[in-house]
């Protein structure tokens, strides 16, 4: 299934920008971006960025063994936003340097353990997890079609001049 | 290797990557819809999703791009048309040619790079630029008119780029409910209305040059909003000078989130 | 634009399902399974009551299938990202209930 996600350039700028502000304690920010989806033909998923929900400076857990560790406030509100809107949660934080980039092994371990819970308020539909470089993304999606997460095939940023990072060999 | 792009290579150095894995839809291949496809091809455009509803006719021949004698005694669709004008320059590009209207197909529209929208009534523009929108498609619409002015005709035309995120074609003026309602009123008099080839190539090479501009970083002067008006008696062209009084204005008609995405 | 719920509800006892919609500022009701009047063909479809003028038009209904032999000017318009069908029948005021819009809208079918 080809999973293409879709961010214009100024959002993606403002969640740049917002995650490589300095915390009193994490070394790194995360947020949520919130999402429409569709079905693309034949087979496939295109997901579409909307607007940017940063965690709360109140709502990290000071873990010096991580970049960032969510609360469970962070959690429980982006829960209960995904509750009351039909959008799909992309969670995202940010590697700061330039190129490609991939999930660490506690980025996908942690991923793992929250990004399936967005189903029990919001099922049917995709949600997931990026990582932001400064001039690349990488993503996965958890796909309520598919039994294991799937690597986002495409980021297109949408402004002038467009800009495409395509992760499938 | 190919010098078959050489003479663009100004455009940068992954342009012709992009080309190749760009995916474009044209929406209406007559008179402007044609020449778009023409160029798109010679610029090496690797994926096409084309609509058009129509045969050809033989009152298509003054301005129809690729089209033949033969085609009009055959009835050819309009997509085969294009089809063939592209294969004769890229025999393996994608394509995908809708002989329908692009409403009963319009799913295939979501996973295009960009829209250009060469269509006869401002309602198929709406719905067409309301689609790209929900997708985050960046839409480049064109469109001629001939005026009858009682003393002397008037030729115009437009190409606007509405960029998700900036001014849409309602914001620009261009699209208001008062001319929907009179098309609406007038429903059967689009497909008699003049329509003649130079225009129609002055306005799909500004379309494409917005395009070109869109999709690689050879003009540093980056701009979000295109708007041109075309006078077809001074021969000029110029950005309206509506922008100028919209400049501090943002774009409030699709700012919800139930506006991305199927909303099924 | 919220729709009145007293009104909405009213809507729900002809069409259970009917729920508010929205797209580029336009407030629709979505009305699925809507069931047409008697004789029609199809029976029933799908419906999207548009309450905000558009192309003239102060009310509309659009449904996801033309009615076979009623209706005048079938046109075929995106909307939601779905195809739908209406026919001209004009001058429906939204000043009416949402019930009596659609009372309207359906007697062009009857």
């Not at chain 1, 920010?29 to 109140?58: M, N, Q, W, Y």
């Not at chain 2, 050819?76 to 004008?85: D, G, I, Q, S, Y």
């Amino acid at each position: 299934m080809r999973v293409l996600f879709k961010i214009m350039d100024r959002l993606l700028e403002q969640v740049r920008l917002d995650l490589l502000r300095p915390h009193a304690f994490a070394a790194e920010r995360v947020g949520f971006l919130v999402c429409g989806v569709a079905k693309l033909a034949p087979s496939g998923t295109v997901i579409l960025a909307h607007s940017f929900r940063p965690v709360e400076d109140t709502d990290y857990v000071d873990d010096p063994t991580v970049g960032a560790m969510m609360g469970p406030g962070a959690i429980r509100k982006a829960l209960e936003f995904a509750l009351n809107n039909k959008v799909g949660m992309f969670h995202v934080h940010m590697h700061d340097h330039s190129g490609r980039t991939r999930f660490s092994l506690i980025d996908a371990r942690e991923s793992a353990r929250f990004v399936p819970d967005f189903w029990n308020v919001r099922p049917g539909i995709p949600h997931g997890a990026a990582v932001l470089s400064r001039n690349s993304a990488f993503g996965m999606c958890w796909h309520p079609a598919v039994p294991v997460p799937i690597e986002i095939d495409e980021f297109v940023v949408v402004g002038s001049p467009m800009f495409f990072t395509r992760n499938s060999p | 290797m190919s010098q078959r792009y050489a003479r663009q290579s100004f455009l940068g150095p992954n342009a012709q990557e992009t080309f190749n894995n760009c995916r474009v839809a044209i929406i209406g291949l007559g008179g402007g819809g044609s020449h778009i496809v023409q160029q798109l091809t010679h610029i090496g455009i690797g994926n096409f999703l084309i609509y058009d509803a129509d045969q050809v006719e033989d009152s298509n021949l003054n301005r129809l791009v690729g089209a033949t004698r033969e085609d009009v005694g055959l009835k050819t669709p309009k997509a085969v048309v294009a089809t063939r004008l592209i294969r004769s320059v890229i025999p393996n590009a994608s394509i995908t040619p809708v002989p329908k209207k692009w409403q009963e197909s319009a799913e295939l529209l979501r996973g295009s790079d960009v829209v250009f929208g060469c269509v006869d009534s401002f309602s198929e523009r709406q719905q067409i630029e309301t689609t790209a929108r929900r997708y985050m498609i960046p839409y480049i619409d064109i469109g001629m008119d001939v005026h009858d002015l009682g003393t002397q005709f008037a030729v115009s035309g437009q190409v606007i780029l509405s960029m998700p995120g900036e001014l849409c074609m309602k914001c620009m003026g261009f699209l208001r409910e008062d001319l929907l309602a009179r098309e609406a009123e007038n429903y059967d008099v689009a497909g008699s209305r003049p329509q003649v080839i130079w225009p129609n190539g002055v306005l799909a090479s500004l379309a494409v040059g917005i395009f070109v501009q869109l999709m690689t970083p050879w003009n540093k002067n980056y701009r979000r909003v295109w708007y041109l008006e075309y006078d077809g008696n001074l021969q000029t062209v110029a950005t309206s000078n509506r922008l100028e009084y919209l400049k501090e204005k943002k774009c409030n008609h699709f700012l919800s989130v139930e506006d991305l995405g199927d909303p099924f | 634009m919220m729709l009145l719920p007293e009104q909405m509800g009213e809507l729900k006892a002809i069409c259970a399902d009917a729920r508010e919609m929205s797209e580029a500022g336009q407030a629709y009701v979505y009305l699925p399974g809507l069931r047409l009047p008697e004789g029609s063909n199809p029976a029933e479809a799908d419906g999207l009551l548009s309450l905000q003028g558009r192309e003239g038009y102060p009310t509309r209904l659009f449904l996801s299938q033309q009615i076979v032999g009623k209706g005048n000017n079938w046109n075929s318009f995106r909307i939601l990202d779905k195809t739908w069908f209406a026919c001209s029948w004009n001058n429906v005021s939204s000043a009416l209930r949402l019930a009596e819009i659609l009372a309207e809208h359906l007697r062009a079918f009857r």
